[in-house]
């Protein structure tokens, strides 16, 4: 056991002699390591950042809600190609569907109806904002997803089934439309050729990649949106949106509420469903398998730079070889065996390449830390990430190693010691 110590402890103090020796040759070596590793950590915690934004952003929707909508969100089961001109003819849903679930649905806690539309504008004054998203919302909305307020309310039943004149803001649209203005409860804004009353300002919830947040909504009641606009089931599609009750899986809902869609559209036993129940899970499933394909990706790309490192310390090792020939030829007439002399200059190898992932990924982490504040999207070097770092430096370590490696085990211990 203290053999094996002093053989790791030698093997160390010879890599950091070797780096002060020859600082230039084993820098330019390193460097060839960092860079690999940089290319490599840096594309995986790229990937791993984006992926972990979008299914926060996903999240949003709900794990313990099934939307009902004309389209499916992906292939359904057997299919190989997606029908959209089928899907495109399908009723669209409707408040007296709303009203027919929430009388039989009985696996659900909540079912609500919103619609979302684009391309408002909205104003204050003299300041008008363009190309606003707004949601019109039935009561229920808010016993589905949680709504929280950094001031206001949300709306009474009596403005919901009315269709009252008042609204929520995001928080950007707020601060966006009012400016320095506190204390926005009771304002006006102007929408749709009304004057609505502001009863509630959302908390920030901050930025993802597929843009599922509250700060740049406006929300309505759905009355309200549906006596200023057409709902036609293309441009303007009403969804209907249940949540499980406690206790209650995503499929035993999926299966309430198939049953009860397909009562109340009439549909004989052996047609078709002419609706599609879509869950987060779909998307989910389709998240994984790009980004798994993207992680293959971001492995091939930086493999090319860790080739080109792990050549510099192959070459710097032969060197070093080279250079302790005599010092080998003693070590071996002195006893040593040739296992020990591989191992000496392969963890000198692993320790090389090790100390030029660090740097690596003290590369990464830097220029993430300056991307994140500059861009306002966090990226993150994960422990994950690290890990990989690490091991791969490690495994560059001994490929590269181990051929020279080799070479000084197999020296003879009298042509050595003579060698000049």
């Not at 030698?10 to 820098?27: G, T």
């Not at 899907?87 to 919103?114: C, G, K």
């Not at 005599?326 to 100390?355: D, Y």
């Not at 994140?372 to 590269?400: D, K, M, P, Y």
Request: proline fraction near 3%; charged fraction near 20%; aromatic fraction near 10%.
């Amino acid at each position: 056991m203290h053999v094996w110590i002093g053989l790791l402890t030698e093997s160390i103090q010879m890599a950091f002699r070797e780096l002060q020796v020859n600082r230039l040759r084993s820098f330019l070596s390193l460097l060839g390591i960092a860079i690999g590793i940089f290319c490599v950590i840096s594309i995986f915690s790229a990937v791993d950042s984006i992926e972990k934004n979008l299914r926060e952003g996903v999240g949003r929707l709900g794990d313990n809600v099934v939307y009902v909508n004309k389209f499916p969100w992906g292939l359904e089961e057997g299919q190989t190609e997606y029908p959209w001109w089928k899907y495109w003819n399908r009723p669209f849903a409707t408040y007296d569907e709303l009203r027919f679930l929430q009388q039989h649905l009985t696996t659900a806690a909540a079912v609500a109806i919103s619609i979302w539309k684009d391309g408002f504008s909205i104003s204050h004054q003299n300041r008008t904002l363009s190309d606003v998203t707004v949601n019109g919302v039935s009561h229920e909305f808010d016993q589905i997803f949680d709504l929280n307020f950094a001031e206001g309310r949300y709306f009474t039943p009596a403005e919901s089934a009315s269709g009252a004149p008042v609204v929520l803001l995001g928080a950007d649209i707020a601060r966006e439309l009012f400016e320095e203005e506190s204390n926005l409860l009771g304002k006006e804004i102007e929408l749709l050729g009304s004057r609505l009353t502001v009863i509630g300002v959302f908390e920030k919830e901050g930025k993802n990649v597929v843009n599922i947040s509250n700060d740049n909504l406006v929300m309505v009641p759905y009355f309200f949106l549906t006596s200023k606009i057409r709902i036609d089931g293309f441009d303007v599609e009403p969804n209907l949106i249940a949540k499980a009750r406690p206790g209650i899986s995503i499929q035993q809902l999926k299966d309430d509420l198939r049953q009860s869609m397909r009562a109340v559209r009439r549909l004989p036993p052996r047609r078709e469903d002419n609706f599609a129940l879509n869950q987060i899970s779909i998307i989910d499933n389709q998240i994984s398998s790009l980004f798994s394909v993207l992680n293959v990706v971001a492995l091939l790309i930086g493999g090319f730079a860790l080739v080109v490192g792990g050549f510099g310390i192959a070459n710097i090792m032969f060197v070093t070889v080279r250079e302790r020939t005599n010092q080998i030829g003693i070590q071996k007439a002195l006893g040593a065996k040739n296992h020990f002399i591989l191992l000496e200059f392969l963890i000198e190898a692993v320790i090389l390449c090790i100390i030029g992932g660090i740097l690596g990924l003290l590369l990464v982490l830097t220029v993430m830390k300056i991307l994140s504040a500059v861009t306002e999207f966090e990226l993150l070097l994960s422990f994950r990430n690290i890990l990989r770092g690490v091991s791969i430096s490690a495994v560059i370590g001994v490929l590269a190693g181990i051929l020279p490696a080799l070479a000084a085990a197999r020296m003879n211990p009298v042509d050595a010691i003579r060698f000049k």
